[in-house]
């Protein structure tokens, strides 16, 4: 049993890994279907164009992989993104995790630049994901699309509006934030995650 990070054609992939072993873990970055179903844990980071990402899932078959995982999943920036059921970036059907849940794209409300790119706190803070993790943290994002509030809703934070900085259900977990970039705070939430 080892911890993954899938292999797929997405940014920011290796940061992910300098964070994991920051940690003291040993990871895997792969996409072989065996190694994905014997892993402890699976993280699907990155950043990425969620049409040309999910073409790339579906033609390789993962999309089904990734839906049919049993061990705690984390999807991070696009990866979160990719877990919800559709994104208006490129028009996407995207992979139905997070079912009824549709990515938007950011709409200025008060001369907002686009995309957010850079510190931000989050609050409302309800999973073991964020244990130890004060509400009100800050962390750092880059992404100009966003899943609105909803039942999986597990953090949320303010640009534009409210929105979920991070969504829950089943083993499967997700932050729209960067955790790998996110400081002390952001190994903590790692931490958190790799202890599911």
């Known amino acids: 049993m080892s911890t993954i990070i899938l292999k797929y054609p997405a940014g920011n992939i ?7 072993n920051h940690l003291g873990e040993e990871c895997v970055i792969t ?3 065996q190694q994905l179903r014997a892993a402890s844990h699976i993280i699907i980071p990155g950043q ?4 040309i990402t999910m073409d790339y899932l579906r033609k390789t078959g993962l999309d089904k992989v990734i839906t049919s995982l049993q061990c705690p999943v984390l999807g991070i920036c696009i990866g979160m993104q990719l877990m ?13 995790i997070f079912p009824g849940v549709k990515v938007a794209r950011f709409r200025p409300q008060s001369g907002e630049k686009i ?4 510190w931000n706190n989050i609050r409302s803070l309800s999973s073991p994901l964020f244990d130890g993790v ?18 999986y809703t597990i953090a949320q934070t ?17 932050v729209q934030f960067h955790p790998e970039k996110s400081g002390d705070t952001g190994l ?3 931490d958190n995650f790799l202890k599911l």
């Open 134 to 151: 004060p509400d009100g943290s800050y962390v750092y994002f880059v992404h100009s699309y966003y899943a609105p509030l909803c039942s």
């Open 188 to 190: 903590h939430i790692l």
């Open 115 to 118: 995309p957010q790119m850079g």
């Open 14 to 20: 290796f940061s992910v890994k300098s964070a994991l």
């Open 84 to 96: 919800c059921e559709s994104s208006e970036e490129g028009d996407a059907k995207c992979l139905g």
């Open 158 to 174: 303010d640009f534009c509006g409210l929105y979920s900085a991070s969504l829950h259900k089943d083993n499967f977990y997700a």
């Open 31 to 33: 996409d072989d279907v």
């Open 48 to 51: 990425g164009e969620a049409a």
